[in-house]
């Protein structure tokens, strides 16, 4: 069992960067497959990007590909995600989870075991 924590959410404008971070604050994230999803209000949980275990493959939503990388430090037990080139449909809460499935990656939000609480973009225009 994990307890994810996130952090770096923020208010900036269109076309800055920002890093959003996630830490276990209970457990490991070094066994799980790791994705990052976003939400905005009345919406669905969105895929954004996911990584293998071992940190060697990564898949990234279309809408990302290209301006966000999803990273993980195994030796300190984070889980990043780079963000630049920001748009204001970028705006959403966004959430690290865990998955002990099998797999490389994941893109579904149903093959995720354990959740942060999210942190906030909001990106004006």
């Known amino acids: 069992q994990v307890q994810l924590v996130e952090s770096g959410g923020g208010v900036v404008q269109a076309g800055a960067s920002l890093r959003l971070s996630c830490a276990p604050s209970?457990?490991?994230?070094?066994?799980?497959?790791m994705g990052w999803f976003r939400q905005t209000p009345g919406g669905e949980r969105k895929f954004v990007a996911s990584?293998?275990?071992?940190?060697?493959?990564?898949s990234h939503a279309n809408s990302v590909r290209g301006r966000f990388t999803i990273s993980r430090d195994n030796a300190k037990d984070e889980l990043s995600l780079q963000m630049n080139h920001l748009t204001p449909d970028d705006t959403a809460v966004y959430f690290c989870?865990?998955?002990?499935?099998?797999?490389?990656?994941?893109?579904?939000?149903?093959?995720?075991?354990?959740w942060g609480q999210g942190t906030r973009v909001t990106v004006s225009s």
């Open positions: 990584i293998s275990r071992v940190a060697g493959s990564t």
């Open positions: 989870a865990a998955s002990g499935r099998s797999g490389i990656t994941l893109t579904n939000p149903a093959d995720y075991n354990y």
């Open positions: 209970e457990g490991s994230l070094r066994s799980y497959i």
